[in-house]
């Protein structure tokens, strides 16, 4: 059992606390915005914040995501207001499967508050999340726009 700050809700999860925090924010808490992809911390799929900075949960634990801030694609929009990344990704209509999609959101809403003006090569450095569509080239001017916003 343990006690999560998730979107702002306290949630108990009863899970061993060793237990990747994907699962226990997917298969306990039900928000199935975080996706699985690789399971090995390569492809970015199950990116969330944590304190703010983007952590890919499949490769933390439960335990260590206890007594802080834990902030998934369901959190992101603030008072029914999409977040200026999800506004960009919108009017760059740039997901195409998907799958790979509130990953990258996430990513990119931490380097934004990091790096408010990011270069291409600042973009190239801290987005590493693989999309298997190939949607790179519109994520890059959606970071760009949204960096503008
Ligand atoms: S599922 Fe976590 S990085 Fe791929
Ligand atoms: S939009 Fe399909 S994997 Fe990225």
Redesign the pocket.
């Known amino acids: 059992m343990a006690r999560l700050t998730i979107n702002g809700k306290t949630i108990e999860v009863n899970v061993d606390p060793s237990t990747p925090l ?1 699962w226990g924010i997917r298969e306990q808490v039900g928000l199935t915005g975080t996706k ?11 990116t969330v914040h944590i304190d703010g900075r983007a952590v ?4 933390t634990t439960v335990a260590a995501a206890v007594g802080k801030q834990i902030t998934t694609i369901e959190g992101l929009a603030q008072n029914g207001v999409l977040h200026k990344v999800q506004k960009a990704w919108v009017d760059h209509e740039v997901p195409q499967c998907g799958y790979c999609q509130s990953g990258l959101i996430m990513a990119v809403a931490a380097l934004l508050k990091d790096k408010p003006k990011p270069t291409d090569g600042d973009i190239d450095a801290a987005i590493t999340n693989i999309c298997r569509c190939g949607t790179f080239q519109q994520v890059r001017e959606a970071i760009h726009a949204a960096a503008k916003a």
């Open positions: 994907l699985y992809g690789c399971g090995i911390t390569e492809c970015g799929a199950c890919r949960s499949c490769g």
